[in-house]
């Protein structure tokens, strides 16, 4: 069955990078089709979205984080990298990683990791 | 850049039916998919592509979509049907998806 799990700091202090890592079992990211992204809900807040990878390594990410962003895979390993640069108190958040197929509707959803980002 | 807007809040007794509404430009010409989240738990999908239901997921869920609004019905309402619901698009002309601001469902 399709399992994702997300890790990464349980705290950052501002300014630095934060580099999650989602590991997935379950499927292949070389299947045509396939697609993983990265979710985040501030504590008591809506979700929002990141970014995503395809299976052909096409990448998208939100507008107003397109900047601090980069979405990298390795395919040999079943792993999806999320990294942000520059974080912010604002980025404390749970992160989620997530698997699509031939659609943009999200399946498969990791259990999340809780960033904290504060001095 | 598209905006999907949902009511923050819905509260019916139980046995009821619950409507959820997703407004946006023309999302009629899109896929709507809708999410259910319960506290401390990941998201999970309860309709997608407008209508369509994942396998696991009770009939008294469906989901419609036409003009400006999109609308997740749920029939009979439960006490485990309490959580927040988020709708879901790609938006294309922007090559991103798009989620709704939520709407928290309270069953008295």
């Known amino acids: 069955q399709i399992t994702l799990k997300e890790s990464g700091p349980a705290l950052v202090k501002p300014t630095q990078t934060l580099t999650l890592t989602c590991t997935f079992s379950?499927?292949?990211?070389?299947?045509?089709?396939?697609?993983v992204g990265w979710i985040r809900q501030p504590p008591g807040k809506a979700l929002e979205w990141l970014s995503l990878i395809n299976w052909d390594d096409d990448k998208h990410y939100s507008p107003s984080l397109r900047s601090r962003l980069t979405i990298t895979k390795d395919t040999s390993k079943n792993e999806v990298l999320l990294t942000m640069t520059n974080v912010d108190p604002v980025d404390t958040a749970t992160y989620f990683c997530?698997?699509?197929?031939?659609?943009?509707?999200?399946?498969?959803w990791g259990q999340g990791t809780l960033v904290t980002v504060s001095s | 850049s598209y905006v999907l807007t949902q009511p923050p809040s819905v509260s019916l007794a139980p046995g009821q039916t619950a409507r959820i509404s997703c407004g946006g430009d023309?999302?009629?010409?899109?896929?709507v998919h809708w999410y259910q989240q319960k506290p401390g738990q990941a998201p999970v999908l309860v309709v997608y592509?407008?209508?369509d239901r994942p396998s696991g997921i009770p009939e008294r869920f469906s989901g419609s979509n036409s003009g400006n609004t999109a609308t997740l019905t749920i029939f009979r309402v439960e006490a485990g049907d309490e959580a927040d619901y988020y709708c879901q698009v790609w938006d294309s002309s922007s090559d991103r998806v798009v989620f709704g601001g939520g709407t928290k469902l309270t069953v008295l």
């Open positions: 379950g499927f292949s990211l070389t299947t045509s089709g396939v697609r």
């Open positions: 592509m407008d209508s």
């Open positions: 997530a698997h699509s197929y031939r659609g943009y509707w999200i399946d498969y």
């Open positions: 023309n999302i009629g010409n899109k896929g």
